[in-house]
Protein backbone atom coordinates (compact mmCIF):
# COMPACT_ATOMS: atom_id res chain seq x y z
CA UNK A 1 0.00 0.00 0.00
CA UNK A 2 1.26 3.37 -1.34
CA UNK A 3 -0.14 5.52 2.43
CA UNK A 4 -0.50 4.04 5.89
CA UNK A 5 -2.94 6.22 6.19
CA UNK A 6 -5.36 8.38 3.53
CA UNK A 7 -7.90 11.50 4.85
CA UNK A 8 -10.40 12.47 2.73
CA UNK A 9 -12.23 15.67 3.22
CA UNK A 10 -15.70 16.34 1.96
CA UNK A 11 -15.45 19.26 -0.30
CA UNK A 12 -18.86 18.80 -1.86
CA UNK A 13 -21.08 21.70 -2.29
CA UNK A 14 -24.91 21.60 -3.50
CA UNK A 15 -28.04 23.99 -3.40
CA UNK A 16 -30.06 24.53 -0.53
CA UNK A 17 -31.86 23.65 1.76
CA UNK A 18 -28.83 21.08 2.85
CA UNK A 19 -25.86 21.66 4.58
CA UNK A 20 -23.25 21.32 2.69
CA UNK A 21 -19.07 20.62 3.52
CA UNK A 22 -17.87 22.46 0.85
CA UNK A 23 -19.35 25.54 2.06
CA UNK A 24 -19.04 24.61 5.57
CA UNK A 25 -14.98 25.29 5.88
CA UNK A 26 -14.19 21.80 3.48
CA UNK A 27 -11.58 23.16 1.17
CA UNK A 28 -10.33 25.31 4.39
CA UNK A 29 -10.08 21.99 5.84
CA UNK A 30 -7.70 20.08 2.96
CA UNK A 31 -5.72 22.64 3.02
CA UNK A 32 -4.88 23.12 6.41
CA UNK A 33 -4.50 18.97 6.95
CA UNK A 34 -1.78 18.92 4.17
CA UNK A 35 0.20 21.41 5.25
CA UNK A 36 0.23 20.56 8.51
CA UNK A 37 0.65 16.91 7.44
CA UNK A 38 3.63 18.32 5.68
CA UNK A 39 5.64 20.38 8.53
CA UNK A 40 5.07 16.88 10.50
CA UNK A 41 6.98 15.26 7.19
CA UNK A 42 3.70 12.82 7.49
CA UNK A 43 2.84 13.61 4.22
CA UNK A 44 5.67 11.03 2.85
CA UNK A 45 3.34 8.28 4.24
CA UNK A 46 0.11 9.94 4.53
CA UNK A 47 -2.17 11.82 2.01
CA UNK A 48 -5.18 13.77 2.83
CA UNK A 49 -7.37 15.46 -0.25
CA UNK A 50 -10.74 16.76 -1.21
CA UNK A 51 -13.55 14.01 -1.77
CA UNK A 52 -17.21 14.27 -2.87
CA UNK A 53 -20.13 13.87 -0.85
CA UNK A 54 -19.79 11.42 2.14
CA UNK A 55 -23.14 11.12 3.21
CA UNK A 56 -22.72 12.88 6.73
CA UNK A 57 -24.00 16.22 4.96
CA UNK A 58 -26.00 16.98 8.54
CA UNK A 59 -22.54 16.47 10.60
CA UNK A 60 -20.77 18.63 8.05
CA UNK A 61 -18.27 19.20 7.27
CA UNK A 62 -17.29 15.50 7.38
CA UNK A 63 -13.76 13.66 6.59
CA UNK A 64 -13.35 9.96 6.72
CA UNK A 65 -9.72 8.12 7.23
CA UNK A 66 -8.46 4.98 5.86
CA UNK A 67 -8.27 2.04 6.39
CA UNK A 68 -9.67 2.02 9.79
CA UNK A 69 -12.81 4.01 8.18
CA UNK A 70 -13.05 6.44 11.36
CA UNK A 71 -15.70 9.01 9.95
CA UNK A 72 -15.57 12.41 12.17
CA UNK A 73 -18.13 15.53 11.70
CA UNK A 74 -18.25 18.81 12.62
CA UNK A 75 -14.97 19.26 11.77
CA UNK A 76 -13.00 22.99 12.33
CA UNK A 77 -9.90 24.26 11.77
CA UNK A 78 -9.15 24.00 15.26
CA UNK A 79 -9.87 20.30 15.23
CA UNK A 80 -6.86 19.58 12.71
CA UNK A 81 -4.16 19.46 14.98
CA UNK A 82 -5.86 16.77 17.38
CA UNK A 83 -6.57 15.11 14.69
CA UNK A 84 -3.37 14.38 13.58
CA UNK A 85 -1.09 13.94 16.94
CA UNK A 86 -3.96 11.90 18.17
CA UNK A 87 -5.15 9.59 15.30
CA UNK A 88 -3.06 10.26 12.32
CA UNK A 89 0.29 9.91 14.47
CA UNK A 90 -1.01 7.71 17.55
CA UNK A 91 -3.62 5.44 15.92
CA UNK A 92 -6.42 7.00 18.48
CA UNK A 93 -9.45 8.49 16.90
CA UNK A 94 -10.97 11.77 18.49
CA UNK A 95 -13.84 10.55 19.94
CA UNK A 96 -15.67 13.89 20.34
CA UNK A 97 -15.66 14.31 16.73
CA UNK A 98 -16.09 10.53 15.71
CA UNK A 99 -19.44 9.89 14.08
CA UNK A 100 -21.26 6.44 14.94
CA UNK A 101 -21.04 3.95 12.58
Excluded at 5 to 10: A, E, L, R, T, Y
Excluded at 64 to 77: D, I, L, M, R, S
Amino acid sequence: MKYEKHVFICTNDKVAPKKCCGSERGMILVNLFKEKMKEKGLNKTMRAQKTGCLDVCAFGPGMVVYPEGVFYGNVTPEDVDEIIESHLENGIPVERLRLPE
